[in-house]
């Protein structure tokens, strides 16, 4: 079984920053790609960004120039680098692993931008 611990949530000012890390463990025997998705209460998740083993990236357009992905395969740790932070990003981030012949999820993180 996998699992995947995130941290890094947190409260902060619209401009601000933070910084979401996700670790996974366990039995993993091939990560095809890690990322991140958001979930706002009463919405759907959604897609933010996700780098896959080659090395690509994508992104929500949302994010686009002020969200950052990247990973350290040694520790199978996926990272966020969240910059320019506004209100509509407040939401649940989850971290996603998506493995050989299953997707894992995290408990989540909050992050709260306030105005």
């Known amino acids: 079984q996998v699992q995947l611990v995130e941290s890094g949530g947190g409260l902060v000012q619209a401009g601000g920053s933070l910084r979401l890390s996700c670790a996974a463990s366990?039995?993993?025997?091939?990560?095809?790609?890690m990322g991140w998705y958001r979930q706002a209460p009463g919405k759907q998740r959604e897609l933010v960004a996700t780098i896959r083993t080659g090395g690509s990236t994508n992104y929500a357009d949302s994010v686009k120039g002020r969200f950052t992905i990247s990973r350290d395969s040694a520790k199978n740790t996926v990272y966020l680098q969240m910059n320019s932070l506004k209100s509509e990003d407040t939401a649940v981030y989850y971290c996603?692993?998506?493995?050989?012949?299953?997707?894992?999820w995290g408990q989540g993180t909050q992050v709260t931008v306030s105005s």
């Open positions: 366990g039995s993993i025997f091939s990560i095809n790609a």
């Open positions: 996603k692993l998506v493995g050989l012949m299953n997707n894992y």
